[in-house]
Antibody, heavy 115, light 112 residues
Framework: EVHLVESGGDLVQPGGSLRLSCAASGFNFSGSWMSWVRQAPGKGLEWVAKIKGDGSEKYYVASVKGRFSISRDNAKNSLYLQMNSLRPEDTAVYYC????????WGQGTLVTVSS | DIVMTQTPLLSPVTLGQPASISCRSSQTLLHSNGDIYFNWLHQRPGQPPRLLTYNISNRFSGVPDRFSGSGAGTDFTLKINRVEAEDVGIYYCMQATQSPYTFGQGTKLEIK
């Protein structure tokens, strides 16, 4: 069974940094594209970033380019999102997602950016 | 970017009656590898989204057969045969054919 478990969410001040982690199990992690998707309180879903299985390709939504960095450690079956220069509008639940033609979602971790 | 447009945004339904949600994409979702990366998702309050259908019409494991997806080209539909109480929540369509992946605005299904 596929499991995705996020961690690392916290309350952080504007301009601060945070690193999210996602532990994956139950599928061929190293061969799979992985993504982060976020959902602001009471709002819809927004795809944030994705990374190829071997880490050689990375893509970001325009609003986080230059501030967020996606990475992975295939030896640990783990996905990461380094978030720098955080803004109040980055406040959201962040989901780790395995996309193929379908998708499987973790439970999410809450990031709150506020002074 | 591919824009995904859902209608309606609010769907009040009587228990046991059918419901239907539409989604239109601004471009074809046919990937160069021949696959179509189109999902319907369901999100209950306080829960993460969960996959209902993929590749337009394939029901995911464990999804009741009262849910069905259809469509072609740029127009897609999710139908619920007979709505049950557990079906309330927000339904999203999404595409993962082209980056950035994009989602519809969400359709809130509520019981009348």
């Amino acid at each position: 069974e596929v499991h995705l478990v996020e961690s690392g969410g916290d309350l952080v001040q504007p301009g601060g940094s945070l690193r999210l982690s996602c532990a994956a199990s139950g599928f061929n992690f190293s061969g799979s594209w992985m993504s982060w998707v976020r959902q602001a309180p009471g709002k819809g879903l927004e795809w944030v970033a994705k990374i190829k299985g071997d880490g050689s390709e990375k893509y970001y939504v325009a609003s986080v380019k230059g501030r967020f960095s996606i990475s992975r450690d295939n030896a640990k079956n783990s996905l990461y999102l380094q978030m720098n220069s955080l803004r109040p509008e980055d406040t959201a639940v962040y989901y780790c997602v395995f996309f193929w033609t379908g998708s499987l979602w973790g439970q999410g971790t809450l990031v709150t950016v506020s002074s | 970017d591919i824009v995904m447009t859902q209608t309606p945004l609010l769907s009040p339904v009587t228990l046991g009656q059918p419901a239907s949600i539409s989604c239109r994409s601004s471009q074809t979702l046919l990937h160069s590898n021949g696959d179509i990366y189109f999902n319907w998702l369901h999100q209950r309050p306080g829960q993460p989204p969960r996959l209902l259908t993929y590749n337009i019409s394939n029901r995911f494991s464990g999804v009741p057969d009262r849910f069905s997806g259809s469509g072609a080209g740029t127009d897609f539909t999710l139908k619920i045969n007979r709505v049950e109480a557990e079906d309330v929540g927000i339904y999203y369509c999404m595409q993962a054919t082209q980056s950035p992946y994009t989602f519809g605005q969400g359709t809130k299904l509520e019981i009348k």
